[in-house]
């Protein structure tokens, strides 16, 4: 398959491209690391569409296309990363912080999460930490994602650590924020164990403290 190709056709917004692409591409019995390739193709046409919208070439309907489609890809290629893991290798309580209500990112990571076995709790978009609080008492998670597009964001997501710590929640679960603007230097500053990046390397991270 020629990635490039779907990424650009990713970014063109051209569905049937799109699928046709991914429809040769899983005919073609792909490996695991082939598989994870086309996601971050996927993840890059993705970020086609949004330097688009910034330009004012695409607008808000073209976004909310561009992340169903992208949604769409994921339910091709989610079963093929699936293949390797039975049941649930742990779980992930996510959401958008106080006042952010961008969510395409987010729920690209939870996509990829729950593809390769975490069991995601997402809690939506523009959570105050009392919300995170209240969903990791519930379901005791091992893990909480915190997502922020916006600058803004950062000291919500401090609030939320701190909520976290004052309901003696903090020392069973690790904490990772993502998002563009997260930077390794803010989690360091707010206690936050692990900087995303991009979903596919968050996804690795929460692996690693799995031991997967
Ligand atoms: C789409 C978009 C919107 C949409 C959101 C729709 C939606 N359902 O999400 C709408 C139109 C609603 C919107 C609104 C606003 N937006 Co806006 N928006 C964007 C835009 C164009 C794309 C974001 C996006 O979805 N990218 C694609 C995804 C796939 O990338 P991503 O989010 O970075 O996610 C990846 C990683 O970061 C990571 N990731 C994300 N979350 C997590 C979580 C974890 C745990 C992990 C591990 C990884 C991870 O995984 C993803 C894949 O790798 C960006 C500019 C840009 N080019 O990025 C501006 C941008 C984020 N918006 C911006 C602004 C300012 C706003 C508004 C304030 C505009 C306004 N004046 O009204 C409002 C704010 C509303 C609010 N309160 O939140 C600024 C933020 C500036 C800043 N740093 O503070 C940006 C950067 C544009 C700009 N250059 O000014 N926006």
Not at 33 to 46: L, P
Request: hydrophobic residues 45%.
């Amino acid at each position: 398959l020629d990635l490039q190709l779907l990424k650009k056709a990713l970014g063109d917004l051209n569905e049937e491209l799109v699928l046709e692409l991914l429809d040769v591409f899983v005919r073609a019995n792909p490996g695991e690391k082939e598989v994870e390739q086309a996601v971050e193709i996927c993840q890059q046409g993705m970020s086609i569409v949004g330097d688009q919208f910034e330009k004012g070439t695409y607008f808000i309907g073209d976004l909310i296309f561009g992340g169903e489609l992208m949604e769409r890809a994921m339910d091709v290629l989610k079963p093929l990363l699936a293949a390797s893991t039975k049941g649930s290798i742990g779980k992930i309580v996510l959401g958008t912080v106080k006042g952010d209500v961008h969510n395409i990112g987010k729920n690209i990571f939870k996509t990829i999460a729950e593809a390769v076995g975490f069991e995601v709790y997402d809690i939506g978009i523009d959570q105050p930490a009392q919300a995170f609080v209240e969903k990791v008492r519930e379901v005791k998670p091992g893990i909480v994602g915190m997502s922020a597009l916006l600058t803004l964001g950062f000291p919500a997501m401090r609030d939320t650590v701190e909520a976290l710590k004052a309901a003696g929640l903090r020392e069973n679960i690790k904490i990772i924020a993502g998002g563009n603007p997260v930077t390794q230097e803010f989690c360091d500053m707010a206690g936050i164990d692990a900087c995303g990046g991009s979903a596919v390397n968050g996804v690795k991270v929460c692996l690693r403290w799995v031991n997967k």
